[in-house]
């Protein structure tokens, strides 16, 4: 999927949706750690076993600048969006509208009306992003993953997300 974005300044940008693949993760550093990178990998490895959906929007010279995925076997009647990110330089631009849209596409084309995904409560910005597509609040939970941090070795992250969903037609 091709679509034309406006991006700072006005300039019309257009960009491309299309799955992530192994070969895209060196541009990629921007998403997180090296640690990060090697979960996202792996993830790739579900996607081939059609468990996932992992979408990268893509600058015109298909560099990725936007990626996330949806989890098929989280939710029996839903896909769950997680992972998330756009590129730091270009957020506030659309692109995350775009990565959504995108991925609710997907969740729909396996037969699916439902999306949800949880977001941490210390990340505003995403939740009002969430929110204004149209996603309801309807719980709240702790969660955790290892992160690496600058010396390389792994800590524990523990956050509290509230979960949301959509209705998708």
Known sequence: MSLPRTGAAGIVVPVLIRDL????LPACTWSGSAAHLVKVERELERAAAGEVDYLAV?????????????DYQVTADAGTLWQLGVHPALQSCGL????????EDRIRSRGLHRAELAVEESNPRAR??????GYLTHGRRPEAWDVQAPDGSLRRYETMCTLMHKRLP
């Open 21 to 24: 693949t192994p070969t895209d």
């Open 128 to 133: 009002a992003l969430y929110e204004r597509l």
């Open 96 to 103: 995350g509208t775009v990565l959504i849209r995108a991925a």
């Open 58 to 70: 893509c600058t015109p010279a298909d560099v990725p600048v936007a990626i996330g995925g949806i």
